[in-house]
């Protein structure tokens, strides 16, 4: 626990001590801004709800979570403070959770800083406001998973480049399985059962369900279950490499 | 100088490290005993890092055992981590850490606490001489003070065992000087392992030496029996002398 809790301090502490935390909160901002009035008509709808703001948060997250990920383990493996951590006496595991959790806290902060919103449309309306808490709390368990998959992919690789993009056509596959562009791929040759199990992955499906207001018990299963599974990859990639 | 009746900390047996094709460590076997300092001599690619990385347990061995105090590595490598400090070749270090901030983190992984901790830290710098730069952060250090830092990081939880990756390579005569004085210092309660291409390091610094070459033990022996093989009393000559006819051999025999 006190490893978890010191590797987790020393990764959030250096979000913040480069300009990496000020850049990402800043954009994240912006184009949440510009996604919410613009593209989502936010004023023109006239509905005292957050909808226009959170349906854009699996495409931003799409770019945003994998560009926070990508040096977890990459920049490590570069200039070789890898070589610093991984002969210290903690287990991998504990360095894998403690930095995926500094990761995870770090766009909750970015998320929480997005309150502006909340503010503005409870002073315009009388918005359900359990709604809203259950999107926030989809949407961080969204950018949870995203963000798993995005450290296991930096763990297999020291180009950031790479782990960025390979990230986000995985982020990408696991965002849309729900739709007919990953699905017909299956429904081919694949039984239904199959077609159906992998339709039920869609991070989309999901935190769309979220959003109606309702924390259902599948939900919240699916989002741990798929950060404790690329999490545990992301152990037995960063395993693999000890053996060379 | 130390009594050969002590059980050794550090045993290592045919050990050996295959990257795809490449064989870089191919039984190497070597013991080691408290107040030894090992000087971990080889051309360029012969192994020494790989070797000690095993030792560290950033790597992990194809064959062979490494046991240190008593554990074995791939069994309990968290209790071999506990016994060793280490120095990374280049020095490695968090870049947007300050000194001071670089050196708690480490503490706080060791596992240290309370008073006793602070003090510690508070050693350690005055020891290496870096009250200078404390509050600064790593990325703006010079190379010298980059390597006193990982020095300090490796030698913070007083461990038994000490291995250094060419601790003074690219570095000035007089930081080159006060290194391997540290290392003598602390030689006695310790068990050391440093590499390096400097020969004349070996003489000052190191009871025992080992040559390796393409992953092979070569030679091993305290400096003065190596300095005995050679004809004219250079180190250089000797070094050469072996390296380059274990090399021919190798040729020859590839050849066949």
């Avoid at chain 1, 023109?44 to 957050?50: F, H, M, T």
């Avoid at chain 2, 708690?104 to 050693?123: C, L, P, Q, W």
């Avoid at chain 2, 025992?208 to 190596?226: C, H, M, N, Q, Y």
Wanted: aromatic share 12%.
């Amino acid at each position: 626990m006190n490893n978890i809790k010191a590797i987790f301090k020393r990764e959030f502490a250096a979000y913040f001590a480069t300009p990496v935390a000020y850049v990402f909160i800043v954009i994240f901002l912006f184009l949440m801004g510009v996604f919410t009035f613009y593209i989502g008509a936010f004023y023109e709808r006239n509905q005292a709800d957050l909808e226009p703001f959170f349906r854009f948060h699996p495409w931003l997250y799409l770019f945003l979570i994998p560009a926070i990920a990508m040096r977890l383990w990459s920049e490590e493996r570069k200039t070789g403070t890898i070589e610093l951590l991984m002969t210290l006496p903690v287990p991998t595991y504990q360095a894998v959770v403690a930095k995926f959790l500094a990761a995870w806290c770090f766009t909750a902060v970015a998320l929480v800083l997005t309150f502006p919103m909340w503010i503005t449309v409870n002073y315009l309306g009388a918005p359900d406001n359990t709604v809203i808490l259950a999107s926030y709390i989809g949407s961080l368990l969204m950018a949870g998973g995203f963000l798993a998959i995005g450290s296991c992919i930096s763990g297999i690789t020291k180009n950031q480049v790479i782990a960025f993009v390979v990230s986000v056509v995985i982020c990408f596959l696991f965002l849309l399985s729900g739709f007919p562009l990953v699905l017909d791929f299956f429904r081919g040759w694949a039984p239904q059962a199959v077609v159906n199990a992998i339709a039920s992955f869609s991070f989309l499906t999901h935190f769309e369900s979220i959003k109606k207001g309702v924390i259902d018990i599948r939900d919240l299963i699916y989002f741990l279950a798929l950060i404790s599974f690329w999490l545990y990859a992301n152990v037995v990639v960063i395993e693999n490499k000890k053996a060379g | 100088m130390t009594e050969k009746t002590e059980k050794p900390v550090i045993e290592i047996n045919s050990l050996v490290k295959h990257f795809g094709p490449i064989h870089a460590v191919r039984g190497i076997s070597f013991t080691l005993r408290k107040g030894e300092v090992l000087g971990f001599l080889g051309p360029n690619g012969a192994g020494k890092s790989t070797t000690m990385k095993m030792i560290a347990g950033f790597l992990e061995p194809t064959a062979g055992t490494i046991s240190v105090c008593g554990y074995d590595i791939l069994e309990n490598p968290i209790e071999v981590k506990k016994k060793i400090g280490y120095l990374p070749e280049g020095a490695p270090l968090y870049g947007e850490m300050t000194v001071t901030a670089f050196l708690n983190f480490i503490a706080d992984v060791r596992g240290m606490t309370g008073k006793s901790r602070e003090d510690r830290i508070e050693e350690v710098i005055q020891k290496i001489n870096l009250q200078s730069v404390r509050n600064q952060t790593l990325e703006t250090l010079s190379k010298g003070y980059k390597r006193r830092v990982g020095v300090a990081h490796a030698i913070l939880h007083d461990p038994e065992i000490l291995i250094m990756d060419e601790p003074t390579d690219g570095l000035d005569p007089n930081q080159k000087h006060e290194v391997r004085t540290l290392i003598k210092e602390m030689a006695s309660e310790k068990a050391t392992i440093i590499s390096t291409h400097i020969l004349e390091e070996v003489d000052a610094v190191c009871t025992r030496a080992i040559i390796i070459a393409s992953g092979k033990l070569l030679f091993d022996g305290t400096p003065a029996e190596l300095l005995a093989k050679s004809t004219n009393g250079k180190l250089d000559d000797v070094f050469r002398e072996i390296t380059t006819k274990f090399h021919a051999e190798q040729g020859m025999l590839l050849a066949s």
